[in-house]
């Protein structure tokens, strides 16, 4: 332990642990499509001195020009072995535990994103040491495996296997953020000791606000749909989605729908599209910049759609919300902390979800109604309201750190030298 006792410890630096995956170039820099840049990461250095993250990188020779960087000052990489599905995961599990591991300085704050099968590597050396850690609860693993979300003939061992992993991370955290307000709490419960409190992740600058509800056009011949998500996995139910527009076709409905994201089932749900008839009907426009790129295909739209297996807090929604854009969710995760009850349905029920977007688009009284409710929703997520709640979490974590740090030197001083000042430690 004497390692770690160093002056340059009264500056504590933060390393977070996540699932993304991002892009390295060969200059060395870090790059990301649609999730945490740079800007994301200078959250926690309002608190903290620095910030490392540990997650998988992707090595390539160059990313397109949309991309944002990820690393810069006081933000740097750990990066661990680059792995993608749970069989990829399991070839290189040893690798992986190893370089979280080494990733783990003690004197630094801990959080982890969670669910994360990275996180999980990280426990045992934090209870070893019965050392603090944060946690943010960013989804339920329970529903991220249920049927139809994922393809895996290990998806029921691994429904039962994670979120008992969470719920030990949950109850052992000294500090736990979670996207909703009560669902994941609900599911993943916080220790008796630990302190709760939650956020959501979304960016919602003033720009990403309408000043009004758009009004509903009378008499619309073609409505439009949209939804947003990754086609990696099957959680956002785009295959759901298509059949339900089909089953409105054949009824007479005129709808265009527009995916927003991309993914390895991407060509599956296009051929799928094309043998129902819809190949005219459904754009598949890959993963667009985050911000004003994806606000303005909110902006075409009549109607935002997630019918997923499973969420956390869905930002994509909360942003189509703050476009003034009626939406229609299924009843998981947190969605029922941001829609009516009448705008969500069950997952899974393409009938239901068809009868729902009927519903909704041929009643432009409704329409109007489900716009002006949600914009006034979105403005829950403000980001000078969430930002009080992460910065009072971020310093509880940091204060359990510098309090583990400073038992673990005064013990230190007691061991070799009798002396109960920490400070004085500095110079053995």
């Known amino acids: 332990m004497k390692n770690i006792l160093n002056k340059q410890q009264h500056k504590i630096n933060l390393i977070v642990v996540l699932e993304h995956r991002f892009r390295k170039t060969p200059d060395g820099t870090l790059w990301t499509l649609t999730m945490f840049p740079y800007s994301f990461w200078k959250r926690y250095l309002e608190v ?77 050396l934090l209870k070893q040491y019965h050392y ?71 960016e919602l600058p003033d720009s990403a606000f309408v000043p009004l509800p758009p009004i509903p056009e009378k008499d619309k011949d073609v409505f439009r749909l949209i939804s947003v998500g990754t086609m990696d996995q099957l959680y956002k139910a785009p295959d759901v989605l298509i059949d339900a527009v089909a089953e409105c076709v054949r009824a007479g409905l005129n709808l265009e729908l527009v995916f927003v994201g991309d993914g390895k089932y991407r060509r599956e749900l296009e051929a799928k599209a094309a043998d129902l008839g819809l190949s005219e009907r459904i754009n598949f426009l890959g993963w667009l910049p985050a911000g004003d790129a994806v606000r303005a295909e909110l902006d075409r739209a009549d109607v935002f759609i997630l019918p997923s297996h499973q969420e956390g807090l ?25 829609l009516h009850p009448e705008d969500m349905v069950t997952p899974g029920d393409v009938e239901e979800l ?22 006034q929703k979105a403005k829950d997520y403000r980001g000078e309201l969430l930002h009080q709640r992460r910065i009072k979490f971020y310093r509880h974590v940091r204060v359990k750190t510098e309090e583990w740090f400073n038992n673990q030197a005064q013990t230190y001083a007691r061991k070799t030298t009798g002396i109960i000042n920490p400070d004085l430690i500095w110079e053995q």
């Open 48 to 124: 903290f001195d620095g910030v490392r993250i540990v997650a998988r990188v992707w090595e390539v020779k160059s990313v397109p020009p949309n991309w944002q960087r990820v690393d810069g000052k006081k933000v740097t990489f750990v990066p661990i072995p680059h792995y993608i599905g749970p069989q990829q995961y399991l070839l290189r599990m040893g690798e992986v535990k190893q370089a979280v591991r080494n990733a783990f300085t003690p004197g630094d704050a801990v959080i982890m994103r969670v669910p994360s099968h990275v996180a999980s590597h990280l426990r045992p």
């Open 314 to 338: 869905p930002r994509a929604m909360i942003e189509a919300m703050a476009r003034g854009l009626p939406c229609i969710g299924s009843t998981v995760g947190g969605i029922p902390e941001l």
């Open 132 to 202: 603090p850690y944060g946690v943010e609860v960013v989804a339920d693993p329970y529903d991220v495996f249920a049927p139809g979300s994922v393809k895996h003939p290990l998806r029921a061992f691994f429904r039962w296997l994670f979120p008992r992993q969470l719920r030990r991370l949950c109850a052992e955290a000294c500090a736990a953020a979670y996207v909703t307000e009560n669902a994941l709490q609900s599911r993943y419960p916080a220790g008796v000791n630990t302190f709760s409190t939650f956020y959501s992740d979304v």
């Open 354 to 375: 068809a009868s729902k977007i009927a519903e909704v688009v041929t009643n432009p009284q409704r329409i109007a109604q489900m716009s002006a409710r949600n914009l």
